[in-house]
């Protein structure tokens, strides 16, 4: 039972241009949400943050958005860099310790 | 520098052959993690440690085991492996506490074949 969903396996952006990366997640107990970065050969890197009590977060190019009732967030990343194509996983947890990844969006910047 | 480092990156084992991956950090995290990630899936938690708080998730077959015997190390045993448990297994740790007690940082991961 996957609770975390990322329905896009790939998302190809021009650089300079906007890309947005979605994630559903279903239990609504999950009050804490991350986003991850991963090259290949590497672990995840942690990219940013939010927590269910804001519906915005804000890190440089990189904003998070939160949509309680919808049980949606999404990643911003204005500009796109070549730098930025990777695999990027989001997280959600319920405050004990326990995440719940999603499969993961490819994101290819187009120089 | 590495934070959170595993060995071996690569583990090769025969089937049935008891194996044990490591994991070591140098950040003094109070938690660690154990995940588990096949292809195109998302890395699926088998258990953490809060300091020596040992947490299984419901699903982690008996198979896997874990211990953490110091704040530093945390190691991965798989008494048993089937060709199913071939995979990329991410250890990860968190502070626990404080501000940035959920921001995880993951190790390189070691990629297990079973043959």
């Known amino acids: 039972d996957q609770q975390v969903k990322q329905n896009s396996p790939s998302l190809s952006v021009q650089e300079g241009r906007i890309s947005i990366l979605n994630c559903d997640y279903t239990n609504s107990m999950f009050d804490y949400f991350l986003w991850y970065k991963k090259y290949p050969a590497e672990g995840p890197t942690f990219l940013i943050s939010?927590?269910?009590?804001?519906d915005k977060n804000e890190d440089g190019r990189f904003t998070v958005f939160l949509n309680k009732s919808a049980k949606h967030l999404s990643l911003h990343i204005v500009p796109s860099q070549p730098g930025d194509s990777a695999v990027y996983f989001c997280a959600a947890s319920r405050s004990d310790n326990q995440f719940y990844f999603g499969t993961g969006t490819s994101l290819t910047v187009i120089p | 520098d590495a934070m959170v480092i595993q060995n071996p990156r690569y583990q090769v084992t025969q089937f049935g052959k008891p194996v044990t991956l490591s994991c070591s950090q140098t950040?003094?995290?109070?938690?660690m993690y154990w995940y588990q990630q096949k292809s195109s899936q998302a890395p699926k938690l088998l258990f953490h440690y809060y300091d020596k708080d040992f947490n299984n998730e419901a699903d982690t077959p008996d198979n896997f085991q874990s211990r953490r015997p110091n704040t530093s190390f945390c190691f991965l045993d798989i008494r048993s492996p089937g060709l199913g448990d071939a995979a990329m297994y991410l250890c990860?740790?968190?502070?626990?506490?404080?501000?940035?007690?959920?921001?995880?940082?993951f190790g390189p991961g070691t990629r297990l074949t079973v043959t």
């Open positions: 990860a740790t968190s502070p626990g506490r404080g501000m940035a007690r959920y921001e995880q940082y």
């Open positions: 939010i927590s269910s009590i804001k």
């Open positions: 950040l003094n995290h109070n938690v």
